[in-house]
């Protein structure tokens, strides 16, 4: 069946640099991407999400890249910060209740 | 504003018994959702919902019913608890099945 990879699945990285995350997906149909951060305790909240018609997109810090020929997408968060430590999900929906979510990443920010 | 709100945030039960989990949105959100999330495993669809009145299946279904009586609420249905049930159950509505999913803060359920 379809399915999403994500890759680290831990993460640590010192303040200050950046942190990379990357997902596969195997629907070609899915044309819906979004992020989303999960903290202790905590529901999953999105952070960030990107449509198949668009390669790039940034919000301060963080910014998400789709290769839809390589069914790719990967999630940069730059200048890391202690409060960025948290799980994040990647997920691809191709509309009609198909979300599909990655296993997640733990990201650590060591100060 | 309160968005999605899940109760109860914990509960034990014994295998057998059963219990309601209950979701409730103020964002006039058509469509509610109800996931589990296990380690090293993801979210995964239960149950969802397009609308007041009506229910549907998703990834993950065998042992929950769900109901939507009115459009704010969805509840979530163990008629006999099993201890594969023991997880942590997540809520999320949203306009459109397109759109971002809003969570709740989920509800911690062990089944002994």
């Known amino acids: 069946g379809e399915n999403v990879e994500q890759h680290p699945s831990t993460l640590s990285v010192q303040e200050g640099d950046s942190a990379v995350i990357k997902c596969t997906y195997s629907d070609s149909a899915s044309n819906y991407f979004p992020w989303y951060k999960q903290e202790l305790g905590k529901g999953p909240q999105l952070i960030i999400d990107i449509r198949s018609n668009v390669g790039e997109k940034k919000d301060q810090r963080i910014a998400v890249t789709l290769n839809k020929t390589a069914k790719h997408f990967s999630l940069h968060i730059t200048e890391t910060q202690p409060e960025d430590s948290a799980v994040y999900f990647c997920a691809a929906s191709t509309g009609g209740f198909k979300t599909i979510f990655g296993a997640g990443t733990r990201l650590f920010v060591k100060a | 504003n309160a968005g999605v709100t899940q109760t109860p945030k914990f509960r034990v039960l014994k295998t057998g018994q059963s219990m309601t989990l209950l979701c409730a949105q103020d964002m006039n959100h058509e469509y509610m959702y109800w996931y589990r999330q296990d380690p090293g495993m993801g979210l995964r669809l239960i149950h969802y919902s397009v609308g007041e009145g009506t229910t549907a299946k998703g990834e993950v279904p065998d042992g929950y019913n769900v109901s939507r009586l009115k459009k704010q609420n969805f509840l979530l249905g163990l008629e006999s608890a099993a201890p594969s049930q023991t997880s942590v159950y997540f809520c999320?509505?949203?306009?459109?099945?397109?759109?971002?999913?809003?969570f709740g803060d989920g509800t911690r359920l062990s089944i002994l």
């Open positions: 999320a509505s949203s306009f459109r099945d397109d759109q971002p999913q809003h």
